[in-house]
């Protein structure tokens, strides 16, 4: 069993920055991503950026330049900074932990909401 733990959500001015946590404790396999996803009202959940455990990383492109995702030493702590908030970045965000082979694993985070004013 893996949980996660996030934090760091609030409320920011346009181009303002905050800078998001995911704290990961159990079983953790040594070969994994860890991703951000987020998701506003009336709208599907999107992807927003990951890492895996070999710190390879990948953005959507509407953050390309904006967000930076990394991981502690530890590597049981993902972070996701965000500059330069647009108001369109407005959404829940969730934090994700998966296992693509061996075998398929995945584990979501509470969510912590993200609101950016005009």
């Known amino acids: 069993q893996v949980q996660l733990v996030e934090s760091g959500g609030g409320l920011v001015q346009a181009g303002g920055s905050l800078r998001l946590s995911c704290a990961a404790s159990?079983?953790?396999?040594?070969?994994?991503?860890m991703g951000w996803y987020r998701q506003a009202p009336g709208k599907q959940r999107e992807f927003v950026a990951s890492?895996?455990?070999?710190?390879?990383?990948d953005y959507a492109d509407s953050v390309k330049g904006r967000f930076t995702i990394f991981r502690d030493s530890a590597k049981y702590t993902v972070y996701l900074q965000m500059n330069s908030l647009k108001p369109e970045d407005t959404a829940v965000y969730y934090c994700n932990y998966a296992i693509k082979r061996p075998f398929v694993y995945n584990v979501w985070g509470q969510g912590t909401q993200v609101t950016v004013s005009s």
């Open positions: 890492i895996t455990s070999g710190d390879s990383t």
């Open positions: 159990g079983n953790i396999f040594s070969i994994n991503v």
